[in-house]
């Protein structure tokens, strides 16, 4: 997976732009990469993930925003945001926070590769762009731009669901957002296994190809 997460400067690995569910044209609001959580992961917090609020935690809040140009995908795939914020909280949980915020925005190659250009330099699409914000070792706060249609492609090489496609950029950019990086072999690993972790908590089995080193 080719993403990169992106600095509060514009010169990061980003194919689309930041997700902010508020306005129309989202921008980041100035990222500051925080002390992140050790690269062990607690499988216990993806049990109380869905808890927190319930029981009067702050919680991780989650906005998802769909743009105009794919918003037929999300009946097409019937990927609700609910699912999209499930993964989100769960990816959260797993790197150990239970409060926060993330905003999601899903796109077009078109759009992500524009965000690319801007914030990273990269002249191509790509996934997924993660944009951490939060100093706090507690407190989760970013957001992620992923492409649904570069998830199509994808998906079909993978011969999986578009669906889990998009899922898994979702959970990676959080992962990137909570603090996990994967551009050497040890840390593409601790990736690749937590991305396992999020995606069987939320009933999917990633494809045998997946659970290799293919996002790199």
């Given at each position: 997976m080719s993403n990169t997460q992106a600095n509060s400067q514009p010169e990061t690995d980003s194919k689309?732009?930041?997700?902010?569910?508020?306005?129309?044209?989202?921008?980041?609001?100035?990222?500051?990469?925080?002390n992140a959580p050790t690269?062990?992961?607690?499988?216990?917090a993806l049990r109380d993930c869905a808890t927190d609020s319930a029981s009067g935690g702050a919680g991780v809040a989650v906005d998802v925003l769909w743009d105009v140009t794919v918003e037929a995908?999300?009946?097409?795939?019937?990927?609700?945001?609910?699912?999209?914020?499930?993964?989100?909280?769960?990816?959260?949980?797993?790197?150990?926070?239970q409060r926060g915020h993330i905003g999601v925005r899903i796109t077009d190659d078109v759009t992500i590769h524009e965000i690319n250009v801007r914030h990273l330099s990269h002249d191509y699409p790509t996934?997924?762009?993660?944009?951490?914000?939060?100093d706090d070792p507690d407190h989760i706060e970013g957001e992620l731009v992923a492409s649904v249609e570069t998830a199509q492609e994808n998906a079909s090489e993978l011969g999986w669901e578009i669906a889990n496609e998009v899922l898994l950029y979702v959970i990676h950019g959080v992962l990137h957002i909570g603090g996990m990086d994967d551009?050497?072999?040890?840390?593409?690993?601790?990736?690749?296994?937590?991305?396992?972790?999020?995606?069987?908590?939320?009933g999917i089995q990633a494809p045998a190809v997946a659970e290799g080193d293919q996002h790199g």
């Open positions: 689309s732009q930041p997700a902010s569910p508020d306005i129309e044209e989202p921008e980041p609001f100035g990222a500051i990469v925080g690269d062990q992961v607690d499988s216990s995908w999300q009946d097409r795939l019937g990927l609700s945001d609910d699912r999209i914020s499930e993964a989100v909280r769960a990816a959260a949980a797993l790197r150990g926070f996934d997924v762009i993660s944009f951490p914000y939060s551009h050497e072999a040890n840390e593409r690993a601790l990736m690749r296994d937590a991305e396992r972790e999020v995606l069987a908590h939320l």
